[in-house]
């Protein structure tokens, strides 16, 4: 067991993790933060991605102890601190950017690191920079389309509905 | 003006503030007290005979609670078949046992056949590792037609072949086909395979199973579409736990996609397991654990022969088909190559002569069963396929060729039983020629040869059978369940009202469109209305989701139980009011007397249910809580017509999606977001199977495609935006909400839309190619190219 | 998993030393150990991450003109780092699985497994590149040795991979449509001493040189050079994505992409 201190949302936590404790296991476990979600073995999904020190990663692929000292944000963390939606969660909402929502917060997380970058992404951009994501139920035209709204594009030559 | 409330407006969805903030509850979110967790060791060989189980070493490790083997299972019920198909020879099909753990034989990579429940799974696993097996290696039966030979390795000794059934459809109308065949002016042959695919929904299976000794009450929380149907075939199948001591509940589900509608043995074992060790048991799928345990998909071989006359009718239609079962009959398995398939050989055209052959075959593959679609993509895709074989065949536009053939009259009676109530594929063409922009295409490929690409365009129809039913007819044809929906509707004092449907979101939304529906009848706020689901011990008896139902049934029933809400209100009404009951009218939340400025808000009404001191209680009883089942009286055809635009690069076979359009036609709309993006998602399913998605086994029965490393999944750079358009609505002409269902119909309508376009590119490019079957891999198109 | 031990040792010398332990295994990124290690195809007692040696990390130019790319430096990273001076090697890394995966794969941790589909190989081997370790340099040509085999000794870590930088090149990656690793990916180099062309994703023997296309690149950089030469299709990887035979045709059309868009 190794002692490993990070700040979760802006919270400072300490607990002691065995060496094979993956991230996702730290904070659907340790720290019951459930919104992150394991949908495969092999890295792949991206349904657990999370942001370590300000870039995306993905949980499954990475252990708790190499988290030392980071700042990490999961999509319990993603809120305005009043509680309401952020801006990329409310164009989610907005544009019907999800549907079981198991793959939502790896995208939404994603889609966060991408605006960080690249505020204003083309579509291209957008489609690319999900290579990691997989959604199984939009057929992505409208997470696309929400990443673009979020991004403060006009989306409304985007087909209807 | 789009409405901005009620039926036909998009508000919001009201799940998704959960969801977005990672507050969603999934099985796998959910921790009992004391819990175990099990792992399941799965046969990594295709057949074999147990000879040994030796389990003593494995049971000292760590943190062992306890081990079971098929042993354990012997007197217990093994996993039941919902629908037992009769043979064009008026036998029933061979129903093999399927027990929980395996007994005496392993029948496909993934078959379980130990599980250790330990107080961690990395405990169980390890002690998973431990337990000797002795399994002798069988040659298995992996390609359908080799099953079928003389000799082949049997997948169930007992049952002396690898035919589950021969199933013709209509018997009766084989003669008359075999003669208009015989008899045409032209016949359009084509052979086919509707590979295997792996639903994938995003969210791996999970089952939780739970016991209480204090009353003698299990609980099962599991990934499932239809908990009713879980609690009734594992409490009365399986484990014989009666109903009223069990309790299933689906909370928030990752995806289904038909996958989860099946009873499983994973969710039998947790709750077999917990009753036996007296803790709660934990198993949650590894992806690739999903992979050769959930059901797969499609699996068809099929041979189809179109045949016209002179002035090109379509005259008859003949086809045969080998169905992959796998090594045993998951839970409706055998409905979905025939009342799901051959039922819909009609597609949108008249023709007179049709016949459908389908021999369902046991392979020692994982078990096959319904897949967003289930049948009526595989019947669309081999009847689109043969049209466009057809009219290239006879040098005339296909959509012609279309239109000409095409259902106009309604009702139509099928030649194969179904009768199709309403419909305008014309009406849906005129929509698709409009949003594909064929004028623009001649330039567009021209643009695609300019930088050394092909581009090809591709066009089909398709019609589906949605809510599933008459529960009496379905009877006939062998569902052993009816195929109603239930609703309660629960009004509270202060006018809320809390729904409880029997169908299941997971996805889809029902949790914003069912209030809509409920608000738009009551005039009031849809805040006011919350929909329950997902539990047994809550909702009345309930059939779930799945063959795009939910509005249509489960909607239905809603519709009915409200219509009860308000016949009782108008009653209390008329007390308050003091007036005839027939003079009552409900608008706007208010219920007021016809010609006077009288009138009580529905909130009074509500209350005085509640709080009966002004109420008529001689006629009447208090209270404000109406349940209604609803059985519709014939299936939902939504219908429509999809376009595909591809580009293909001639020099590594790759193709793109550049447009794709598709015009549907699922009658009234409740939420046209909601039905927007249904659609998308079907299209990306469909465009994953015609170009991305394969599941594969080799000689051996190796699972090749056993993760998301060699199972192309379509990601977001695979697709493009869509152009979808729901408009042209026929409403349903028997249900109270004239709705269709919208759920599957893009992955039904979207492969053969691709395939015709990849066709017609490489044809364009001078390819003599007729035919290539999905996916249309790089590989496979380069391998075509080069014949 | 396997029970094990997660260390994070701060510099070479501690690393090196936590290594020696037996079953010690090394950390890089993790994107393709940590899979494995999920399969339980792998039991080490200890897993002495290098994420923490700040020493091995970051891009920079050599005295005599190279570029010096950090052996725990992550792709993202070169991708940023080394576009103005070796743009196709930085499109190359950031082209490598997804952004995520790119926040934490190195380039020492590809180069250690040497997956027969992995991008980097190409790019070292291409750029005649050295691969320094914390005991020795090592020519790219005697490095590779095979799929998942090089010439790394138990406990030796690359520090550093050292890249001559070419006055052109480009990497043409074709994508296997699941994983999206290379089914076939040719990273092309010219040197003013001739031209390197380099293979990976295609050959059951990994990552190999094209030296028939290299001899005619070198007397004539353009994409006809290669008209009529292909590779044959033996050796070739044959798996459910591509046959040997496809996978030596896109050699040819990936290298001739490559030779164009070369800059």
């Known amino acids: ?161 | ?787 | 998993m396997y029970s094990f031990d997660v260390v994070r040792p701060a510099t070479v010398a501690d690393a090196i030393e936590a290594l020696a332990q037996d079953e010690a295994l090394p950390l890089g990124g993790g994107q393709t150990l940590i899979p494995t290690l999920k399969q339980r195809l792998s039991s080490p007692s200890v897993l002495v991450s290098l994420s923490g040696l700040a020493e091995i990390q970051g891009v920079c130019k050599t005295d005599d003109g190279k570029l010096a790319i950090g052996g725990g430096t992550k792709h993202v990273v070169v991708a940023r780092e080394a576009a103005a001076d070796y743009p196709a090697l930085a499109a190359l890394a950031g082209n490598i699985g997804d952004p995520a995966v790119r926040n934490r794969g190195t380039i020492g941790g590809s180069l250690a497994n040497n997956d027969p589909s992995a991008c980097y190989p190409s790019a070292v081997l291409a750029s005649g590149a050295t691969v320094v370790t914390n005991k020795r340099q090592i020519a790219a040509d005697d490095y590779f040795q095979g799929m998942f085999t090089t010439a790394l000794d138990e406990g030796e870590i690359i520090t550093e991979v050292r890249f001559p930088i070419p006055e052109k090149a480009a990497y043409m990656k074709f994508e296997q449509p699941a994983s999206r690793f290379a089914l076939t990916g040719v990273f092309v180099a010219k040197y003013a001493d001739g031209v390197r062309v380099a293979v990976t994703g295609a050959s059951e023997g990994g990552v190999f040189r094209w030296t028939e296309a290299e001899a005619a690149l070198s007397s004539k950089f353009s994409p006809d050079a290669l008209a009529g030469l292909t590779v044959p299709a033996d050796g070739m990887i044959s798996d459910l994505h591509g046959t040997g035979a496809y996978r030596a045709h896109l050699v040819g059309v990936m290298t001739k992409r490559a030779v164009a868009a070369a800059h």
């Not at chain 1, 067991?1 to 060496?19: A, L, W």
Request: glycine residues 10%; aromatic residues 8%; hydrophobic residues 40%.
């Open chain 2, 1 to 787: 003006m789009p409405k901005d409330h009620g039926i036909g407006a998009s508000p919001k969805r009201r799940e998704d503030v959960r969801f977005l903030t990672g507050a969603g509850q999934y099985t796998d979110d959910i921790n009992v007290y004391g819990q175990t967790y099990c792992y399941f060791l799965r046969s990594d060989v295709a057949h074999g005979k147990i000879n040994r189980i030796d389990t003593s070493d494995a049971e000292k490790m760590p943190g062992v609670v306890r081990i079971f083997t098929g042993k354990d299972f012997e007197g217990v019920g093994g996993l039941p078949c919902g629908w037992q198909v009769t043979d064009r020879f008026g036998q029933p099909m061979k129903e093999p046992g399927h027990p929980v753990l395996a007994q005496g034989k392993v029948r496909h990579v993934g078959d379980p056949i130990a599980a250790v429940v330990a107080d961690s799974l990395e405990e169980a696993r390890n002690a998973a590792e431990a337990i000797v097996l002795d399994i002798e290696e069988l040659p298995a039966a992996v390609d359908m037609k080799a099953a079928l030979g003389d000799g082949a390795p049997l997948v169930h000794d007992d049952i002396g072949s690898n035919l589950c059934y021969d199933w013709g459809f209509v018997e009766d109308n084989k003669g008359a086909v075999d003669e208009a065949i015989k008899n045409a002016a032209h016949v359009t042959t084509l052979e086919l395979v509707n590979q295997r695919l792996v639903a994938n929904p995003m969210e791996p299976r999970v089952a939780v199973g739970d016991y209480s000794r204090a009353n003698d009450e299990s609980t099962l929380y599991t990934t499932s579409q239809n908990p009713h149907v879980i609690r009734l075939l594992m409490g009365a199948f399986v484990l014989g736990i009666p109903e009223h001591k069990l309790r299933v509940v689906a909370p928030d589900v990752g995806g289904g996609f038909g996958t989860k509608i099946f009873h499983y043995a994973e969710e039998a074992f947790v709750t077999f397991a917990a009753r036996k060790i007296n803790r709660p048991v934990k198993w949650t799928a590894s992806r690739s654990e999903a992979f050769m345990s959930d059901a797969h998909g499609r699996d068809h071989v099929t041979k189809i022969e179109l045949a016209l006359d002179k002035d090109n009718n379509f005259v008859a239609i003949r086809t045969e088909t080998l169905a992959n079962m796998g090594a045993y009959l998951s839970t409706f398995a055998p409905s979905v190559p025939t009342w799901l398939h051959g039922t819909l050989m009609a597609g949108n055209y008249k023709t007179p002569n049709i016949y459908v052959n389908v021999k369902a075959v046991f392979t020692n593959t994982v078990p096959v069963d319904a897949y967003r679609g289930a049948g009526r993509p595989e019947a669309t895709f081999q009847l689109e396929r043969v049209i466009d074989k057809a009219a290239r065949e006879l040098g005339v536009d296909p959509i012609a060729l279309r239109r000409q053939n095409f259902v106009t009259e309604f009702p139509y009676q099928t030649p194969v039983a179904v009768v199709y109530d309403t419909g305008d594929y014309n009406a849906t063409m005129n929509k698709l020629e409009e949003m594909a922009d064929i004028k623009g295409f001649a330039a567009r490929r021209k643009a695609s040869e300019a930088k050394g690409k092909l581009r090809g365009f591709g066009v089909n129809c398709y019609i589906e059978a949605c809510g599933i039913a008459p529960s009496n007819l379905v009877g006939q044809l062998g569902a052993r369940a009816g195929l109603y929906e239930s609703a309660t509707v629960r009004v509270n004092a202060t006018g809320t009202i809390s729904v409880y449907t029997g169908s299941h979101s997971h996805g889809q939304g029902h949790e914003t469109a069912f209030p809509q529906v409920v608000a738009e009848m009551l005039g009031i706020d849809e805040s006011m209305i919350d929909i329950v689901h997902g539990d047994t011990s809550k909702i009345p008896m309930g059939m779930g989701t799945y063959g795009s139902r939910s509005l249509a049934v489960g909607g239905s029933a809603m519709v009915r139980a409200t219509e009860k809400i308000i016949n009782k209100a108008k009653k209390i009404a008329s007390h308050l009011l003091e007036a005839s009951e027939a003079d009552i009218e409900l608008k706007d939340g208010k219920f007021s007397v016809a010609g006077t400025d009288k009138s009580v808000a529905w909130g009074d009404v509500t209350l005085a249910a509640y709080v009966p001191h002004n109420y008529p209680l001689e006629d009447l009883e208090p209270g404000l809580e109406e349940t209604a089942f609803y059985d519709p009286s014939n299936f939902t055809y939504p219908a429509g017509a999809y376009a595909c635009e591809v580009e293909l690069d001639p020099e590594t076979g790759k193709v793109t999606i550049e447009r794709f359009a598709a015009a549907d036609d699922f009658g009234n709309i409740v939420n046209p977001m909601i039905v927007s993006g249904q659609v998308h998602g079907g299209l990306a399913q469909g465009i994953g199977q015609a170009l991305l998605e394969s599941c594969a086994y080799d000689e051996n029965g190796q699972l090749l495609s056993a993760s998301y490393m060699d199972y192309a999944m379509p990601r977001a750079d695979d697709v493009p935006f869509y152009s979808v358009d729901h408009s042209c609505a026929t409403p349903c002409t028997h249900n109270p909400l004239g709705v269709k269902g919208c759920g599957e119909a893009g992955a039904i309508g979207s492969p053969p839309a691709v395939i015709n376009a990849v066709i017609d590119a490489l044809q364009s490019g001078g390819h003599k190619v007729e035919h290539i079957n999905m996916p249309a891999s790089p590989q496979r198109v380069w391998a075509a190219m080069h014949g």
């Open chain 1, 1 to 161: 067991m190794t002692e490993v201190t990070m700040t979760v949302n802006g919270k400072s936590v300490t607990k002691s993790v065995k060496g094979n404790t993956l991230m996702t296991e730290f904070l659907r476990e340790e720290l019951r933060l459930t919104g992150t979600h394991v949908g495969c073995d092999t890295s792949q999904c991206g349904a657990c991605v999370i942001h370590v020190n300000g870039e995306a990663i993905k949980a499954c692929t990475m252990f708790a102890a190499e988290a030392q000292g980071s700042e990490v944000t999961t999509i319990e963390g993603m809120a305005n601190a009043d509680g309401s939606l952020g801006v990329i969660q409310q164009a989610f909402q907005d544009h019907h950017g999800l549907q079981c929502g198991f793959c939502t917060p790896g995208m939404v997380m994603s889609a966060a690191a991408l605006l960080k970058d690249n505020p204003k992404p083309t579509e291209h951009e957008i489609r690319d920079y999900l290579e990691g994501n997989i959604c199984r139920c939009t057929g992505y035209h409208n997470i696309v389309k929400a990443i673009m709204a979020a991004s403060g594009q006009d989306v409304s030559g985007i087909a209807a509905e």
